[in-house]
T-cell receptor, first 108, second 115 residues
């Protein structure tokens, strides 16, 4: 079992839909990261959080430390949101422990 | 300011040849990381630099892989005698320091194809 698990692996949505991607982890963490990877391969950091909730534009990230669970929400989804979303945990060292990613496709 | 840059963006090489991949971290970032992402797979840690030294090389898959960093800045990942299983996207990241509370910033990656 991976230390960081994501679900779903693949997700197709219609433009405008509310999207949730889930991340569960089994290790103690100091921070949880949400990353976005577009088809070209480059990775952009969306959020780094250790408690509560953060919001940036249409993106919202939440974390429940007791349940070892985080969610990434996208409101009013758009085709340009199509990407792979990766959850990563910082757990005691500089190393990120990566989930396997969620491939999102938003249809116009 | 400039982000992390990598070159080349794409590299096609024949099996058995050596390749060099370059990473320019964000200016002032002392920590630098190399990752590999094979097709359909998650990100795999290769090596970590703090300054010019590499205290953690645990992710390098074989002795065909090596990396160096000079001047606390540019890093080069070298793969000798490339094999088809080396085909992947190689990503570099940097952070201000190599501590868990410091966010890593990723480069655009180098897509390596070994034919």
């Amino acid at each position: 079992k991976n230390e960081v698990e994501q679900s779903p692996q693949n997700l197709t949505a219609q433009e405008g839909e509310f999207i949730t991607i889930n991340c569960s982890y089994s290790v103690g963490i100091s921070a949880l990261h949400w990353l976005q990877q577009h088809p070209g391969g480059g990775i952009v950091s969306l959020f780094m959080l250790s408690s509560g909730k953060k919001k940036h534009g249409r993106l919202i990230a939440t974390i429940n430390i007791q349940e070892k669970h985080s969610s990434l929400h996208i409101t009013a989804s758009h085709p340009r949101d199509s990407a792979v979303y990766i959850c990563a945990a910082s757990s005691g060292t500089y190393k990120y422990i990566f989930g396997t990613g969620t491939r999102l496709k938003v249809l116009a | 300011g400039a982000g992390v840059s990598q070159s080349p963006s794409n590299k096609v090489t024949e099996k058995g040849k050596d390749v060099e991949l370059r990473c320019d971290p964000i200016s002032g970032h002392t920590a630098l990381y190399w990752y590999r992402q094979s097709l359909g797979q998650g990100l795999e840690f290769l090596i970590y630099f703090q300054g010019n030294s590499a205290p953690d090389k645990s992710g390098l898959p074989s002795d065909r892989f090596s990396a160096e960093r000079t001047g606390g800045s540019v890093s080069t990942l070298t793969i000798q005698r490339t094999q088809q299983e080396d085909s992947a996207v190689y990503l570099c990241a940097s952070s201000l320091v190599g501590q868990e509370t410091y966010e890593q910033y990723f480069g655009p990656g180098t897509r390596l194809t070994v034919t």
